[in-house]
């Protein structure tokens, strides 16, 4: 299963309500889960079965979508979430999309 | 605190052997199916293996396979991945990572080690 990210680049400001979206070549029934890259760091799991908040993560991370269309939601969008964002399929083998680098306006 | 500390990158020439390793601490290794993870320079994630808790199974990304091994000794906590026939195309941060105790998730990375392969 391939995933394609969109968009690859996004400038927000602190405040905005950020959506990433991710799109799977075949069905992947919401075996999706989101990554969060920082410059320099390893990768962080914010979000697994599409929509299940990783212990610790903040609630304004949020996942949603089914069938082959999926979707990270920041709702306040804050300093610290600047970051390059992956999604993941584990529902036929496993698979990372190409990421979406979100940056500060 | 769950920790993964990686070793034995560098560089090395094309078609040479290198071998990582990967040291867990702060969990009970041997109940967890570990992965590889690599990062091209300046590009996106790559799987490249795993390997359940008892090592009975073990899966390939097409590109590494039949040149890749993992490995583990859950006595030493350590995971291991025997890269042979290396690539200019391979190199890569590698990572390890923790699958998730219910569901096929990486829940736990290292910080990688770097593998770089050029004459």
């Known amino acids: 299963i391939q995933l394609t990210q969109s968009p690859s680049l996004l400038s927000a400001s602190v405040g905005d309500r950020v959506t990433l979206s991710c799109k799977g070549s075949?069905?992947?029934?919401?075996?999706l889960a989101w990554y969060q890259q920082k410059l320099g760091e390893a990768p962080k799991l914010l979000i697994y079965?599409?929509?299940s908040l990783q212990t610790g993560i903040p609630s304004r991370f949020s996942g949603s979508g089914s069938g082959t269309d999926y979707t990270l939601t920041i709702s306040s969008l804050q300093p610290e979430d600047v970051a390059t964002y992956f999604c993941?399929?584990?529902?036929?083998?496993?698979?990372f999309g190409g990421g979406t680098k979100l940056e500060l306006k | 605190e769950v920790q993964l500390v990686e070793s034995g990158g560098g560089l090395v020439q094309p078609g040479r052997s290198l071998k990582l390793s990967c040291v867990a601490s702060?969990?009970?290794?041997?109940?967890?199916?570990m992965n590889w993870i690599r990062q091209a320079p300046g590009k996106g994630l790559e799987w490249v293996a795993y390997?359940?808790?008892?090592?009975?199974?073990?899966y390939y990304a097409e590109t590494v396979k039949g040149r890749f091994t993992i490995s583990r000794d859950n006595a030493k906590n350590t995971l291991y991945l025997q890269m042979t026939s290396l690539r200019s195309e391979d190199t890569a941060l590698y990572y390890c990572?923790?699958?998730?105790?219910?569901?096929?998730?990486?829940?736990?990375w290292g910080q990688g080690a770097s593998v770089t392969v050029s004459s």
């Open positions: 079965n599409t929509n």
């Open positions: 075949q069905n992947i029934n919401n075996y």
């Open positions: 990572a923790r699958r998730g105790w219910r569901w096929d998730v990486m829940d736990a």
């Open positions: 390997i359940s808790s008892g090592s009975s199974y073990i």
């Open positions: 993941y399929q584990y529902n036929n083998g496993w698979t």
């Open positions: 702060g969990f009970t290794f041997s109940n967890y199916g």
